[in-house]
């Protein structure tokens, strides 16, 4: 039992987040993103680049070299490629200079800065342009201000996005916690589809808990939550879930808190959000991440009995699914 090979390690052609912008400064940083490795560089207008971190030459790691007059030089023996990927400089011979570097290029991946996350995009062709990058609006509306959670969970990315299709967890995983104790342990589920994807929701209550989550899948993926905050100020936190795979174990997870206040409510928030919030917050996540690297990766849907309370899971993966067969028929 296997997961879908397309979705193993991520779907292509979409958009995923790389990493913080603000993580990149002048110097080049290397990831690894849907089984791949990249670096990620910002040139001397500060424009971010990402490429295939591995020289044409002999293969090193361009994210151990650094970023020399704008172009990207190599540590092991200093060939450089400008911000296309274009090898403009080969310092350790002149014919290879002239005759080798011109046919030289490395491998691109469009990239945007938006919502002070770097995003690059992941095709199959890598001459295909990209297309318009759709994230949430929350994230880029003055009206809301937030922060950025990252953390990296050994689990297949699928995983984590069946966990957040999974409302009916909140009140038994996260039942001890501030924020996700309240409601009924037992509900039924509803499930409607829209243009990009769909909502899961629960029937009987809603404002409580973690009620219901939308998930958005087109050239990019993100799901869409509202978590109930009893204090500090009273109201919604808004979430906004990113989770990108680096091997077919690990994914990259961004949890975006975000919340619609002004004034001192938001000064109020955004002082105990880094004195009090982001602690809780991040005790409710780790509960998260020890469950889903407990999963035992594919094997986990050998042996599973779905219930009614599982069609937010069931609908993700019919989506996917579908995803995968519209993609293989383009
Ligand atoms: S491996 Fe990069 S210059 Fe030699
Ligand atoms: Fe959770």
Known sequence: ????????????????????????????????????????????????????????????????????????????????????GQCVTIPTSKTAQTKLAPRLRLRSYESQERADLVWGY??????????????????????????????????????????????????????QSLTLGRGALEDD????????????????????????????????????????????PKGILRILCFATPMTEDSTLVYFLRYRKLSGWKRAYWRFLYKTFWEKQHFKVIEQDRVILESLRGAQSRMAEHLANSDRGVTELRKLLREKIACRTAQ
């Open 1 to 84: 039992m296997d997961f879908e090979p397309q979705l193993k390690l991520g779907l292509q052609n979409m958009w995923y987040p790389i990493c913080q912008s603000a993580g990149v400064k002048e110097k080049p940083r290397g990831f690894h993103r849907l089984g791949q490795d990249v670096v990620v560089w910002r040139d001397s207008v500060g424009k971010i680049h990402i490429h295939e971190d591995r020289c044409l030459h002999r293969g090193a790691k361009l994210s151990v070299g650094e970023v020399v007059n704008g172009s990207l030089r190599c540590a092991y023996h200093g060939w450089c490629y400008d911000t296309s």
């Open 122 to 175: 992941f095709s199959e062709n890598a001459d295909e342009p990209a297309p318009p990058l759709i994230i949430p609006e929350e994230l880029e509306d003055p009206a809301y201000s937030g922060f950025i959670c990252e953390a990296v969970w050994k689990a297949n990315w699928i995983l984590v996005l069946e966990n957040l299709a999974d409302p009916m967890h909140g009140p038994f995983l996260h039942g």
């Open 189 to 232: 589920m509803r499930v409607s589809r829209n243009d990009a994807g769909f909502i899961v929701e629960r029937e009987g209550q809603r404002g409580v808990n973690f009620d219901w989550s939308e998930f958005y899948c087109d050239d990019s993926l993100w799901v869409r939550l509202d978590i109930p905050l009893p204090f500090g």
